[in-house]
């Protein structure tokens, strides 16, 4: 440069009205202040319409207008929801014809035999495994049916499927571990998995709750299957639940199945907190639709 750099003039920036500028926010969408006394569908009407409270307001909407119309509203459920106490609100969910069908990874039935059987369930992973005593518990590995989530939706005649990686589970150290069996009913129950998602087209509801990994794959492959045979598997709702966003969740629920094809939405938050915030919204309209659609 021939001359010294001078600084830009920004009296010739020009401006315009604020008026004429698309705004993301409006005063209309602002939080209200709660008010003791109120009941819970007071307090959800007082949060912002904004970002993860609007697509809160966008997934109760899509379950309850999935069972409206007799569509399925399917729960992909990774072993930490039953951990953190949430089965008692999964059954709920279940007895009042919510939730249509449940898919678990393999050490979901583990935990849920643990907490039917003895009350408790999640060892202490460190110390056991200094011992080599990790996963050794003679029960777990003996007695492989579960009483309480998995009874429920035997009770209820509602499909309960358990996908399974050799490797991951404790029982899969077991000398009673048979590799065989356990294939052949992982695979027999992909194919029922892949049955219930073949009719989410038209409205109905997937969520992954709490899988990182395992679920999200089975889910999309279920998708490719269904849509292989024909089914049309379009116009439905998908949802991924978990304190951390992961890639596959993002892109194999939230994404890939429903691009061109429905709506994903991605929730955030500890499952222990935000599970029965969603299960309790979803019942209030559930249970409203139903007594409004007797009279």
């Keep these: 440069m021939d001359e010294a750099l001078k600084p830009i003039d920004l009296r010739r920036v020009k401006t315009y009205p604020l008026g004429e500028r698309p705004s993301k926010v409006s005063a209309t969408a602002l939080a209200r202040v709660w008010r003791q006394g109120g009941a819970f569908r ?11 409270a609007q697509d809160f307001r966008g997934v109760v909407a899509a379950m309850v207008g999935a069972r409206r119309a007799g569509k399925p509203v399917i729960l992909g459920l990774g072993a930490h929801v039953i951990k953190v106490g949430l089965s008692p609100v999964v059954i709920d969910l279940m007895e009042r014809g919510i939730v249509s069908a449940i898919a678990m990874n393999g050490a979901g039935p583990i935990h849920d035999f643990e907490l039917a059987y003895a009350g408790f369930t999640s060892e202490e992973v460190e110390p056991m495994l200094r011992t080599g005593e990790f996963g050794m518990v003679e029960e777990t590995g ?16 509602l499909p309960v499927t358990v996908h399974v990686a050799v490797g991951t589970d404790v029982i899969h150290m077991h000398p009673s571990c048979d590799g065989a069996a356990i294939g052949e009913t992982s695979h027999l129950d992909f194919r029922l998995f892949t049955a219930a998602v073949a009719e989410l087209g038209g409205g109905g509801v997937y969520l992954n709750v709490g899988s990182a990994v395992l679920l999200p794959e089975v889910f999309m492959k279920a998708v490719a299957v269904a849509r292989n045979l024909g089914h049309a598997v379009t116009d439905f709702t998908t949802v991924n639940m978990d304190f951390l966003q992961h890639y596959r969740p993002t892109q194999n629920v939230v994404h890939r199945p429903v691009a061109g094809a429905g709506q994903g939405y991605a929730l955030t938050g500890h499952h222990e907190i935000l599970f029965p915030l969603l299960a309790a919204a979803v019942i209030e309209d559930w249970e409203e639709s139903r007594g409004e659609s007797s009279r």
């Design 42 to 52: 007071d307090f959800l009407a007082t949060l912002p319409d904004i970002l993860g």
């Design 142 to 157: 003996r007695i492989l049916l579960a009483l309480s989530l998995c009874a429920a939706a035997v009770r209820l005649h």
